[in-house]
């Protein structure tokens, strides 16, 4: 059992037992989970009680199959938006090439972790957008604002897709204003409904939820009957307390916390496994990383110098986007006090990595032999940290 799989393998069986519990996040991705698990066992055969703790080989499989699946997804989702996004298929290929042979991405969808669903389901919202910009079909809307909100009701830094959407819904719409405020309404109000959806079906599973249990009676119930208030009562109680959860989190340090600033650097690792002389660490392929942070910098020079905008062909949409979709998922991380740790990175870092995949593809069209070798060094480069990926 690796890292916070302690946390969440708890959380999903406490679904399966019917049993209360509290967590930080909005409980979509642990249902994901739980409703995976219940098809095949009636709970995880793991009590769960320290990390690094052996359990059946059935829990394991179960946990972490979700995520594995939404990690393969991605794959393919992150093609077919950087298709749509960039008109270029080649875009999309190098983009999804990239995203195989990063190893920060490969283990995070390796364990029993939900920052990969936030990642699937905000991609996958944002090219249902896409395609709705392209055929008009109101059900591509719907569902572009059904997986933002299925993002966000994993954890609330998923916000940051829609705010992508939104950029998109200004800039690359073209309709009139009363028009892009239609589609904002509709997608919102898929938004919320997701939103909401997945505390009703906490609540369902979990009905009795007054009762004198832990941390979760102690956090919501204080001088209240919780059963007593209404649905949305309950929601605004219980996201009251998810945030104030977060606050109390800044006076815990952790020994694999890193701080924001030296993330594009992949400065501080995060150990999440030992077995002997076998570990496995989040950490990402080091050229690839570095070569996708040093790319931000050639968007910020495409910006003042017009020689480096003309040679890369650079769309001032397009440098617009990657800018911000960059920023968006990376600047609210320094106003967050608690623990931070290299996989909040991912989502922005994805964007670097769609913003090299640009960069790759328009030197290859005028230096084919330099792009193509440049891929040939990423797919090495990924062996450098290949044992402490897969645990070897």
Known sequence: MVFDEFH??????????????????????????????????????????EIGQKCPALTFYLLRTPV?????????????????????????????????????????????????????FGFLGLYLFLKFNEKRNFLYLIFSGFFLGASFSIKWTGASFFAIFLFLLIFKNKDQWKRKLN??????????LIYLFSFWVHFQIIPNQS???VFYEQALFVGE???????????????????????TLKDVPHPFQSDPFFWPLMEKSI???????????????????????????ILILAFIFKEIKKFFQYPLFLLFFFFFSF?????????????????????????????????????????????????????LSFFKNFAITYGL
């Open 271 to 297: 150990f999440y496994w030992v077995s002997g002389e076998k570990k496995i660490f989040l950490t990402g392929n080091p050229l690839l990383w570095y070569s996708a942070t040093f790319s931000f910098l």
């Open 327 to 379: 920023l968006i998922n990376y600047l609210p991380f320094f106003f967050i006090q608690r623990s931070l740790f290299l996989y909040h990175y991912l989502p922005a870092y994805s964007f670097l990595i769609a913003n090299l995949a640009f960069l790759v593809e328009k030197t290859r069209e005028k230096n084919q032999f330099l792009a193509l070798s440049f891929l040939v060094l990423v797919f």
């Open 8 to 49: 969440f393998g708890k959380f999903v069986n406490a679904y399966l037992k019917k049993e209360s519990f509290f967590d930080i996040h909005p409980p979509l991705g642990k249902l994901i989970i739980a409703g995976f698990v219940k098809l095949f066992s009636p709970s995880l055969p793991c009590s769960f009680q």
């Open 183 to 192: 589609y904002f309404l509709l997608a919102s109000l898929a938004f919320v």
């Open 211 to 213: 009762e004198k249990k």
């Open 225 to 247: 009957d919780f059963e007593s208030l209404n649905f949305f009562q309950k929601i605004f109680r219980i996201n009251k307390i998810m945030f104030s959860a977060q606050e």
């Open 68 to 120: 594995l699946i939404a990690g393969i997804l991605l794959i393919l989702i992150f093609y077919l938006f950087l298709k749509e996004l960039t008109s270029s298929k080649t875009i999309g290929f190098i983009g999804s090439f990239l995203l195989i042979f990063e190893n920060a991405f490969i283990v995070q969808s390796r364990f029993g972790l939900l920052d990969i669903f936030l990642i699937f």
